[in-house]
């Protein structure tokens, strides 16, 4: 697949997205332009009902916009058919739900080594890669678990270590702490933390609660389908600006 060196992780230009609801058209998207490159740590926040998540599943190639421009690794969606955009979702993004979104009934390391069944990886080799993601976010012990015998903090990290088992250039998380306690939460952050520090992967979340966003070294504000404020924008150099908020 055509990947251009050096391409932003993300560029939007003008992107919206309607959702048609009994004839009834939500503008829920309403034109965003951004650019998050490679290596970035980025906080999405805003009210509820303002377009975070519907721009998350649209970076995340889960959705196609209503109109706009989306470039993923330099490649446009608007060329890709439906297999294409699910391969360029499948090798480019991890993706981490606030839900976790993991089998219930499926071992912690089956779970993980999921998304390698459909890269055609055989399975000694996504047995290993599991094992490996797992033990990156300390659930070496945990690997034949179910979800439904694990805590809410180590069915979150199942579901990082399943967004990071592909290698993604980018983990898109919406709302990954707002299920958790505060420890639980501050693992999390300390693990994706360390994937931005540590392997450069570029990190996108969606949160509502300060202290997250405040770890972030670039703020993204929605509210009504619009970036009101980014922080990027603000001080030039990426750093926080801790008086944007
Ligand atoms: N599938 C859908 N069909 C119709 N409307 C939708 C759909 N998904 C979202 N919307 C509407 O689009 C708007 C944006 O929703 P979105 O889920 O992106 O908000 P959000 O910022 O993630 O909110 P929250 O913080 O509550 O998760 C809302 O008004 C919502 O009701
Ligand atoms: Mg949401």
């Given at each position: 697949m055509n990947d251009p060196e050096g391409a932003p992780a993300f560029e939007t230009?003008?992107?919206?997205?309607?959702?048609?609801l009994e004839g009834v058209s939500v503008d829920a998207l309403r034109g965003v332009s951004l650019?998050?490159?490679?290596?970035?740590f980025v906080a999405i926040i805003g009210p509820s009902g303002?377009?975070?998540?519907t721009l998350m599943h649209l970076l995340g190639c889960l959705d196609r916009p209503t109109s706009g421009t989306l470039r993923v690794n330099g490649v446009d969606v608007?060329?890709?058919?439906?297999t294409g955009l699910a391969e360029l979702?499948?090798?480019a993004v991890g993706f981490v739900f606030q839900s976790f979104h993991l089998l219930g009934r499926t071992s912690a390391l089956e779970n993980v080594a999921l998304p390698l069944v459909y890269r055609g990886v055989g399975k000694a080799e996504r047995r290993e890669r599991a094992r490996r993601a797992l033990s990156a976010v300390g659930l070496a012990h945990r690997l034949d678990h179910r979800?439904?015998?694990m805590s809410g903090g180590e069915q979150q990290r199942v579901a990082i270590a399943r967004a990071l088992v592909g290698d993604p250039k980018v983990v898109l998380a919406d709302e990954p702490t707002g299920n958790l306690d505060s420890r639980n939460g501050q693992?999390?952050?300390?693990?994706?933390?360390?994937l931005n520090s540590a392997r450069g992967v570029a990190v996108v979340l969606v949160t509502h609660e300060r202290e997250v966003a405040d770890l972030a070294r670039?703020?993204?504000?929605v509210r009504d389908g619009l970036i009101e404020l980014d922080t990027a924008h603000q001080d030039g150099d990426g750093r926080p600006g801790r008086d944007a908020l």
């Open positions: 230009v003008d992107l919206a997205r309607s959702y048609k650019r998050i490159d490679r290596g970035e303002s377009g975070k998540s608007a060329t890709l058919d439906d979702r499948n090798q979800p439904s015998q693992e999390v952050m300390g693990i994706l933390a360390d670039r703020r993204i504000h």
